[in-house]
């Protein structure tokens, strides 16, 4: 009998990359967000349009900021370095870095000082720096650079950052969001988010009444909740809120689901 198990943390898709510094042509901080050079096996090529490489910034120090869509509970950083086929002569590689994490992008908390491990300048390259993130829960990231590996030159790069967050939101929703024909005496089921003590179950013919939080049915330690009678033809909305009242976060909220029963 086949099965799979969990992985320990996922990668973030959606994020958004914006820096300080003025960027090259083509070769804004996008690109280290953006899978540009990466190839099936996270092999980076030597491709200076794959990369982000610009001038350090006038008047402070030069920053690369990241954001995701939401607050995540961070893991790993994965950190591809500038590559291409001239870097362990010229260095525009970042060397010297403080990671910074925050909610608001305002209040900023120091993570540590980290050395990024230069790239190896051929297109084999796969990262070769992992940062632990320690499961803190954030929407921003922001390295503060404080050296290149080269010496003479004025430019900073990176090729690729990856960011992996340890899942504490329901996901995988049964029935599935957008299904039909949903009997009337159908089970919820989930996959709980990590370390979730209980689960708040919020179902609505109202879609805002469960973005808002008011249509609260029940709070369960199993990952699943039995329906009671539902009306035929109705498209129903639901959430599932986990609960950790130990985390530092104590409600991870869910996405907004749906599903129609049959007539």
Known sequence: MGFTTELLAYPIEAVVAT????????????????????????????SGADMWLAAESDGGLTWIQYEFDGVYALHEMWVWNYNSQFELMLGFGLKDVTVEYSQNATDWTVLGDVQLAQATAKSTYTHNTTVDLSGVATRYVRLIVHGRWGALSSLYGLSEV???????????????????????????????????????????TDRQAVVD???????????????????????????????????????????????????
């Open 213 to 263: 939080g008011t249509a609260l049915v029940d709070t369960v330690t199993e990952s699943s909740y039995q329906l009671g009678s539902l009306e035929g033809g109705q498209t129903y909305y639901w959430k599932i809120n986990e609960i950790n009242e130990a985390g530092d976060i104590r409600t991870w909220e869910g996405d907004v689901w749906q599903f129609t029963t049959v007539e």
């Open 162 to 204: 990856r960011f992996l967050h340890i899942p504490t939101r329901a996901w995988k929703p049964q029935p599935a969001d957008g299904a039909t024909e949903v009997d009337l005496d159908a089970t919820l089921g989930w996959h709980a988010g990590r370390d979730a003590a209980s689960h708040e179950v919020y179902l609505s």
């Open 19 to 46: 820096s300080n510094a003025v960027s090259e042509a083509g070769a804004g901080p996008e690109n280290t967000v953006n899978g540009s050079g990466l190839n099936a096996a996270y092999e980076h090529s030597t």
